[in-house]
Every structure is written in C-alpha cells, then in structure tokens.
C-alpha cells in the first residue's frame, strides 16, 4: 500500500531537484527539514512512500514548481540527449541542463495545444544507412543536399535559429552556468519533434551560428542512435555533427574558392562576410586539406598568442538575436483571448512563471504585466481616415542649384 500523496511521480522530484542545482538528496531533505532518507524514498520509482500532502506543498515552494507538478508524468525519452565534452563536464551541469531540457518539451507540448508549430522538415538524408556508414565526403555531399532542400543558396548562412524553428525545430536559448556546454538537442517523446537548448554563456553571434549548426547536425544524422551506443561512439558522432555544421556554414564549393592567401588576417577579413569564427575557419581548412596540418597548427598558436581564445574580432559585430516561435506563440494565445496569463500558470503550466519566461525568452516579470489593450482608429462616415478628402494641390519643392 502506498503512503503518503496519491499519484505522485519519483521521477518528478528528481527533475525538480536536479533543475534546481541541488546536488544531493541530503541537502534538498535539510531545506524541507526532514530525514534524507525520506527523500530517497520518495525519489525510489520502487518505493511505496511518497510525501503527505503538507510536505508535498513544502517541497513545491522550495523547488518553485506547482504541487501538480509531482503529478504529471516527466518528458523523459528512450533517446539519447546529444551533449559535448561530457567527460570534463560536471555531473551536476548535466543533471542541471537534462532536466530544463525535459522543461522545454514539456513546455512546448503544451503551447502546441493551442497553435501550430512548423511541420518538422527535416529530409532523411541517410536513407536507410547507419550513420557509421559515413565518410567525411558524404557528409560534405548532405551538406549540399540540405543547403538545397532549405533553400540557402551557397552564400554565408542566414540565422541558422531562425532556419530550425522554420523547419519545425524548437528552439530556446538560456543561461547554462557553465563554458562547458554549448548545447544540447533530444527529441521529445510525444511528437518526436527535435528540441535544442542553447547556451548564452559568453555568447557571439558567430559561435552561436556553430552551436545551433553543430545541434541540427544532430537532428539530421543522428535521430536513431540509441542511449547505449551514443556513450560508446560519442567520440565519432560528435566529430561528425562538427564537420556538417561546419559544410553547412562554409559549403565546399564556394568557401574556399575566397580563401586567396591562408592567414589570419584573411579569415578575420572573411569572418566578416561568412559570419564564422576564425577558429572554425581554421578548421575547416585543414579538414579540406586546402593547408597541411602543420601549418594549422602553427595558425593555432598565433591565434593563442594573440589572445583570442578568450574572443575574436568581430565577436560583437553582430546582435545575437533569440529563438523567437515559443515567444511567438504566447503572444498569441494571451493577445488574442484565448487564455489568459495568470490561468495558463493556474492551469497548464507546473512550472514557475520565471521558468517559462526563459525558456520563451519573454522579458523578466512578463506574466505580471497586463496585456496592451488593443484600440482601434475611429472611423468617419463612409471613408478611411487614410483617404484624402476632397481635391488635392501638389506642392513642388523649389530646385536647390537654382535658388538665389
């Protein structure tokens, strides 16, 4: 027999915890003021205890989430989440960007009720192979294929945000708290439609174009790569999403046709049209054998000596603008009566309000704002006010070189 609160879901108290940065049941069990092992109970799926209900909205206000939230099922996917550096990235950062991930979908999932989001447009560019099946030149011939399906052209990219939420990826942009994360993309387990969370940590517009590439490469290449076999292969599957988003950004068969004379000057000069860092430059030619890699790496050690590790000209160049569909669609809903702000977080949203507005990138205070109201222009008799009554005089301006 169960004790304690009805339906409540482990696997939601976890999320929480973990989306607050609480490391350890231990510390999240002294902040409520009960026994940690309480807390393991209640975070055991094969536990028969869950907190009463007093404790239920204790925990609830110090996690910051709605007491329903324990009770609805989390977004959790079969699939991997496709995240770099995992072996130099804290666990706690993971655990942390895991559950704003789930957050997201969650989110999403439930704005989809009221509008629609693109169709997912996404060609299957494997057509039937493993993604192991690869060669570097394959890729190079997707990148192409994409550019083409998409529309762009073999010029400098557009915002390749603005193109993923065109074809159907949704897309949102936070504070990750770490360097060590430049984003995330998994696949949400109701609608199996791509998600991507994207770092603003020390952001450019330049290094969020690679971020957001490299996480569509994933989108592209790697929708059937199962939990088990990600771990093992993380090294190749990465290497691969690196060299897709990098032939999406810089195609073949235009790029280096304006590389005249490899140095930095010159890519910092081609930064400026193309909109890709120096340092991804540098790759790029050398994975097209266009420079050997000595000279790579030489190109390596000026670009450090002359501290741009720690940033590039043209880094500010450009605005980095924010995903703007799950921001889009709010409005909507709100502007248009559908819903109203204070009942879509008494009713369809568990998370905190602040929690949405991030994952929305909507202003702090938003759902404590009261909406615009809309006023529309009098009109007069049977004409717009735009229309000009009655006889109209043109009035020439005199000519300036033959004024006295």
């Given at each position: 027999?169960r004790?304690?609160?009805?339906?409540?879901?482990?696997?939601?108290?976890?999320?929480?915890?973990?989306?607050?940065?609480?490391?350890?049941?231990?510390?999240?069990?002294?902040?409520?003021?009960?026994?940690?092992?309480?807390?393991?109970?209640?975070e055991?799926?094969?536990?028969?205890?869950?907190?009463d209900?007093?404790?239920?909205?204790r925990?609830?206000?110090?996690?910051?989430?709605?007491?329903?939230?324990?009770?609805?099922?989390?977004?959790?996917?079969?699939?991997p989440?496709?995240?770099?550096?995992?072996?130099?990235?804290?666990?706690?950062?993971?655990?942390?960007q895991?559950?704003?991930?789930?957050?997201?979908?969650?989110?999403?999932?439930?704005?989809?009720?009221?509008?629609?989001?693109?169709?997912?447009?996404?060609?299957?560019?494997?057509?039937?192979?493993?993604?192991?099946?690869?060669?570097?030149?394959?890729?190079?011939?997707?990148?192409?294929?994409?550019?083409?399906?998409?529309?762009?052209?073999?010029?400098?990219?557009?915002?390749?945000?603005?193109?993923?939420?065109?074809?159907?990826?949704?897309?949102?942009?936070?504070?990750?708290?770490?360097?060590?994360?430049?984003?995330?993309?998994?696949w949400?387990?109701?609608?199996?439609?791509?998600?991507?969370?994207?770092?603003?940590d020390?952001?450019?517009?330049?290094?969020?174009?690679?971020?957001?590439?490299h996480?569509?490469?994933?989108?592209?290449?790697?929708?059937?790569?199962?939990?088990?076999?990600?771990q093992?292969?993380?090294?190749?599957?990465?290497?691969?999403?690196?060299?897709?988003?990098?032939?999406?950004?810089?195609?073949?068969?235009?790029?280096?046709?304006?590389?005249?004379?490899?140095?930095?000057a010159?890519?910092?000069?081609?930064?400026?049209?193309?909109?890709?860092?120096?340092?991804?430059?540098?790759k790029?030619?050398?994975?097209?054998?266009?420079?050997?890699?000595?000279?790579?790496?030489?190109?390596?050690?000026?670009?450090?000596?002359?501290?741009?590790?720690?940033?590039?000209?043209?880094?500010?160049?450009?605005?980095?603008?924010?995903?703007?569909?799950?921001?889009d669609?709010?409005?909507?809903?709100?502007?248009?009566?559908?819903?109203?702000?204070?009942?879509?977080?008494?009713?369809?949203?568990?998370?905190?309000?602040?929690?949405?507005?991030?994952?929305?990138?909507?202003?702090?205070?938003?759902?404590?704002?009261?909406?615009?109201?809309?006023?529309?222009?009098?009109?007069?008799?049977?004409?717009?006010?735009?229309?000009?009554?009655?006889?109209?005089?043109?009035?020439?301006f005199?000519?300036?070189?033959?004024?006295?």
């Amino acid at each position: 027999m169960r004790i304690g609160t009805p339906g409540f879901i482990p696997a939601r108290l976890t999320e929480a915890r973990e989306a607050r940065r609480i490391t350890t049941k231990s510390a999240l069990a002294k902040r409520i003021g009960v026994s940690p092992t309480s807390v393991s109970r209640w975070e055991d799926c094969n536990s028969e205890q869950s907190p009463d209900y007093s404790t239920l909205v204790r925990l609830a206000g110090e996690l910051d989430v709605r007491p329903e939230f324990f009770l609805r099922p989390p977004f959790h996917s079969e699939r991997p989440t496709f995240l770099r550096s995992l072996s130099s990235t804290l666990v706690r950062d993971l655990a942390h960007q895991k559950a704003k991930m789930h957050w997201l979908q969650e989110t999403s999932y439930i704005l989809n009720h009221y509008v629609d989001l693109p169709e997912i447009d996404i060609p299957d560019v494997l057509e039937g192979h493993s993604y192991a099946e690869l060669r570097e030149d394959d890729i190079e011939s997707i990148a192409l294929r994409l550019r083409h399906h998409w529309n762009l052209g073999e010029g400098p990219c557009c915002d390749v945000v603005a193109l993923m939420e065109r074809i159907g990826i949704v897309v949102s942009s936070i504070e990750m708290g770490t360097t060590k994360l430049d984003g995330l993309c998994s696949w949400s387990p109701i609608d199996g439609r791509p998600h991507v969370l994207l770092a603003t940590d020390k952001m450019s517009f330049p290094r969020r174009q690679m971020d957001a590439a490299h996480e569509l490469a994933h989108a592209v290449l790697h929708y059937n790569v199962p939990e088990n076999e990600f771990q093992d292969n993380l090294r190749a599957i990465e290497t691969q999403a690196f060299r897709l988003a990098s032939a999406l950004l810089m195609p073949s068969t235009t790029y280096p046709l304006e590389v005249r004379h490899p140095s930095l000057a010159m890519l910092t000069s081609l930064k400026e049209r193309w909109r890709v860092s120096i340092k991804a430059q540098i790759k790029r030619l050398s994975d097209l054998e266009i420079i050997p890699e000595d000279y790579a790496r030489q190109m390596y050690k000026l670009y450090s000596a002359k501290g741009w590790s720690k940033g590039e000209p043209l880094d500010n160049h450009w605005p980095v603008t924010p995903p703007k569909a799950l921001k889009d669609s709010l409005h909507l809903i709100v502007e248009n009566g559908v819903r109203e702000k204070s009942d879509l977080l008494a009713t369809e949203f568990t998370i905190s309000a602040s929690d949405i507005e991030s994952l929305c990138d909507l202003p702090k205070g938003w759902f404590d704002r009261e909406p615009a109201e809309v006023v529309s222009l009098k009109t007069w008799g049977n004409s717009s006010p735009r229309e000009p009554q009655g006889e109209s005089e043109i009035i020439l301006f005199p000519n300036k070189g033959h004024t006295k």
